[in-house]
Nanobody, 127 residues
Framework: QVTLVESGGGLMQAGGSLRLSCAAS????????MAWFRQPPGKEREFVAV????????WYADSVKGRTTISRDNAKNTVTLQMNSLKPEDTAVYYC????????????????????WGQGTQVTISS
């Protein structure tokens, strides 16, 4: 069982940066691939970024690639999302998610493939 708690959201300006953190409980955190998803107002939840359990592989949505970095600290049970050059279309509720398959070789991109979710943190980008 994993409990995820996101933090770092708020109101930000276009062109700026955000840094979201996800704190995880549970001893198996270091074995889980971790991802960030977001849900813009009135839209479905969408994939943002994923990082392998080892931290050695990552994958990003095209919409954030090149301006976003996902990282993790397995010693601290945390996952971080750094996003630069913010745009109004980045406005969304951002969710942290864990793939419970032990040391999975697959970096999953679909929300239904993740078993554990945080409560989400609102990010609003003003133009």
């Amino acid at each position: 069982q994993v409990t995820l708690v996101e933090s770092g959201g708020g109101l930000m300006q276009a062109g700026g940066s955000l840094r979201l953190s996800c704190a995880a409980s549970g001893r198996a955190f270091s074995s889980y691939n971790m991802a960030w998803f977001r849900q813009p107002p009135g839209k479905e939840r969408e994939f943002v970024a994923v990082i392998a359990w080892s931290g050695t592989r990552t994958w990003y949505a095209d919409s954030v690639k090149g301006r976003t970095t996902i990282s993790r600290d397995n010693a601290k049970n945390t996952v971080t999302l750094q996003m630069n050059s913010l745009k109004p279309e980045d406005t969304a509720v951002y969710y942290c998610a864990a793939d419970e398959e032990n040391k999975s070789p697959l970096l999953r991109l679909r929300s239904r493939e993740y078993e554990y979710w945080g409560q989400g943190t609102q990010v609003t980008i003003s133009s």
